[in-house]
């Protein structure tokens, strides 16, 4: 049982993680220096949220948060193609939409969570929700007001929408052992966690004129699997990035 | 000087005089000012202001400027423009002419002493 809840949180652990260090590239290329400033630290939380799912499983005798983070192999890695995506261009609108995707999905989870019957993970997601409020207050605001904003803003957003709605469909791409977890009370199913977050977000998507509906699966199949360990084409890159520090000084105390 | 980040280009410096074409409203932001309310019914204490497109936004952005390190129950933002002020020139308008430090608190410093006086040359009568 300790292996699937293993899995359990390093799937949602690595999505925070890889996800905070996309954000954080943003940091001093924001678009004014008050966006700037709230993004890098929206990235920081969800770095800290990754760090504290670690901790549950440090506390049952597994790897350290570190470890967890700098040490692990890439193709152990179990977080969504979402959170991996470069930040191709430097296209705000792109970070925007990928933050209000993600963080939709985080309400979900968390909100579920906290009826966990795995009671670390319930009491964590509690706490977790208390900063998740910010961050999906921030995510649907700017998506509302560029929503309705000059037409530059408006097709941004929408080519970013387009680009990252598979990839965000597959959040929610079922867990390996997830009938033993949701047998167990951990969570409910990915299937009905994404018909939740789809009640979340559709009618802020219809408000600005946003199409919601199931991709083809003919778009889906090549990006599954992801919660398997297939890492993205960028995945590499990012994790070697993200561990050159650590890598350099295996052995320091930090 | 070519930033050693590849993400960074840096306009090069016989850009810098070019006569730029004017601005859109939309390229400048207004300011809001930005109240931060610390425990639940103290009053409003100003602590800075920010760039926003709106006040929706503003509140967005205040929290993570200006409540981000210390207690906060509420925040308020106002227009920068909705604030009216004294000109600077006019500072004078708050000099007293004659000494009025009894209207201090420390003008009471020496009441009891002064009663004590009176009560002294009362019973000395």
């Known amino acids: 049982m300790l292996e699937t809840l293993e899995i359990l949180l390093l799937s949602l652990a690595d999505d925070d993680l890889i996800l905070g260090h996309r954000h954080a590239e943003w940091i001093g290329l924001g678009p004014i220096l008050e966006e700037d400033i709230a993004f890098a630290s929206i990235g920081q939380d969800e770095i800290g949220h990754a760090q504290a799912y670690y901790q549950l499983l440090t506390d049952l005798g597994l790897p350290t948060p570190d470890e967890y983070a700098f040490k692990r192999p890439a193709e152990r890695f179990r977080c969504a193609h979402l959170v991996e995506l470069p930040n191709t261009d430097y296209d705000y609108a792109q970070a925007?939409?990928?933050?209000f995707l993600y963080d939709a999905a985080e309400q979900v989870r968390l909100q579920a969570l906290r009826q966990s019957r795995y009671e670390p993970l319930a009491g964590l997601a509690e706490r977790l929700l208390r900063e998740e409020k910010y961050h999906w207050l921030h995510a649907r605001t700017w998506v509302e007001k560029l929503g309705h904003s000059t037409e530059e803003a408006y097709l941004r957003l929408k080519s970013a929408y387009h680009l990252l709605w598979p990839y965000a469909w597959l959040l929610f791409e079922e867990l390996p052992q997830e009938a033993a977890m949701v047998e167990a009370?951990?969570?409910?199913?990915?299937?009905?966690?994404?018909?939740?977050?789809?009640?979340?977000?559709?009618?802020?998507?219809?408000?600005i004129g946003f199409e919601v509906g199931p991709p083809a699966s003919e778009v889906l199949l090549p990006l599954q699997g992801a919660r398997h360990g297939l890492r993205s084409p960028h995945f590499e890159a990012l994790l070697a990035e993200m561990t050159e520090v650590s890598a350099s000084e295996p052995e320091a105390e930090w | 000087m070519a930033s050693l980040d590849p993400r960074i280009r840096r306009a090069e410096p016989a850009l810098w005089n070019v006569?730029?074409?004017?601005?859109?409203?939309?390229?400048?932001?207004?300011?809001?000012?930005?109240?931060?309310?610390?425990?639940?019914?103290s009053h409003a204490q100003h602590v800075g202001s920010l760039h926003?497109?709106?006040?929706?936004?503003?509140?967005?952005l205040a929290k993570e400027q200006y409540a981000r390190r210390s207690t906060c129950v509420a925040l308020w933002v106002v227009p920068t423009d909705a604030i009216h002020r004294t000109a600077s020139e006019e500072e004078d308008l708050f000099q007293p002419a004659t000494d009025k430090s009894y209207r201090e608190p420390q003008g009471y410093l020496t009441t009891r002493e002064r009663l004590e006086k009176y009560r002294h040359r009362l019973q000395s009568c």
């Open chain 1, 96 to 99: 925007l939409m990928r933050h």
């Open chain 1, 185 to 207: 009370g951990w969570l409910p199913p990915n299937a009905e966690l994404r018909s939740r977050w789809l009640e979340l977000i559709t009618p802020i998507l219809a408000g």
């Open chain 2, 19 to 41: 006569e730029l074409p004017p601005l859109l409203p939309l390229d400048q932001w207004q300011t809001y000012e930005v109240f931060v309310v610390r425990t639940r019914g």
């Open chain 2, 52 to 60: 926003a497109p709106d006040p929706e936004l503003a509140l967005v």
